[in-house]
């Protein structure tokens, strides 16, 4: 007898639905079967898990490409609770409770349960109640608030450190704490954030220098205008520079610019201020209108130049 194809009897999927033989939406690059759709992969995945916030782009940079900052937060109805944002904890703890009450919540963290917004709204929900310690999160919390429904939303303002010495500015270290202390810093890259945009961050690794910065504009309209800026030479921002590519995260793309050794942060303020002025024009008119052949094929080859971290 002959044998069936499969397809034959594939049942259709319905508008948003993932088959189990394409990518896995998470970026992970596995099939969705062997991922997010395998028993225990995750209930759920959310594509822009911090939409909504007013400093969504800033919370994916500190998850994804700072090494060590800082900014407070405010929990309504807790209001007079000190709750400290980080990039990273010792051992990539979740949450901690310090001695003086205060809560530390861990943004590097080793779990993923498909939505990290809810995942930190679990943990943050758990530590308001818990004693001094580590909060963990060893299981999938399930159903639950997310950061957008807990959170006083307000831009955060964000303090880039040297390295992680904050952690101990409050305690004596111990020795395990120490030795964290240490790997943890030499990890760590000199990084700066920006003060005239938004959630861009200049570094140096090694004799490198980069700019990186999280967009917040929908991946399809910022890959155009982008795309539109490459053709017109208008999307150096200092000379020297190059636009080498994107890093795609949580929904977000954040473009990469090298640097020229040297440049530091301060000399990027202005240039980047007037790289995103020209950004916001090309949007504009990308609004009402389309992509020349000359930018379709620049569009693409900058499609071709993304990373997906998360």
């Not at 994916?60 to 929990?75: D, G, H, M, S």
């Not at 155009?224 to 020297?240: K, M, T």
Request: hydrophobic content about 45%; glycine content about 10%.
């Amino acid at each position: 007898m002959a044998k069936r194809n499969r397809n034959q009897s594939a049942k259709p999927l319905a508008p948003g639905e993932v088959g189990p033989r394409q990518p896995c939406p998470c970026g992970s690059g596995r099939r969705y079967k062997a991922c997010h759709g395998a028993p225990g992969g995750g209930r759920i995945f959310v594509k822009r898990p911090f939409e909504g916030l007013a400093s969504e782009c800033d919370i994916v940079a500190l998850r994804e490409l700072v090494p060590a900052a800082t900014a407070p937060i405010e929990v309504k109805g807790h209001e007079d609770r000190e709750v400290l944002l980080c990039t990273l904890l010792p051992m990539a703890a979740p949450a901690m409770v310090r001695e003086s009450g205060a809560i530390w919540l861990g943004l590097q963290v080793q779990h993923g349960y498909g939505d990290p917004s809810r995942d930190l709204a679990a943990v943050l929900t758990e530590a308001l109640t818990a004693e001094v310690g580590v909060v963990g999160l060893p299981v999938d919390p399930g159903p639950g608030p997310r950061l957008q429904d807990l959170l006083v939303d307000e831009p955060l303002d964000v303090t880039v450190h040297d390295g992680f010495d904050f952690w101990v500015a409050d305690m004596d270290p111990t020795s395990e704490v120490a030795a964290a202390l240490e790997a943890a810093d030499g990890a760590t890259s000199p990084t700066a954030r920006l003060t005239e945009v938004a959630a861009a961050y200049w570094t140096e690794m090694g004799a490198k220098e980069h700019l990186r910065w999280v967009m917040p504009e929908p991946e399809d309209a910022l890959l155009s205008a982008l795309a539109r800026l490459h053709v017109r030479g208008d999307d150096v921002v200092v000379p020297g520079a190059r636009f080498v590519g994107m890093f795609r995260a949580h929904g977000l793309l954040a473009p990469v610019w090298d640097l020229p050794a040297g440049t530091g942060a301060e000399a990027l303020e202005a240039p980047a201020a007037e790289l995103r002025q020209r950004l916001d024009v090309a949007l504009a008119e990308l609004a009402d209108g389309e992509l020349t052949t000359e930018e379709r094929s620049a569009r693409s080859g900058l499609a071709n130049r993304q990373v997906t971290i998360r």
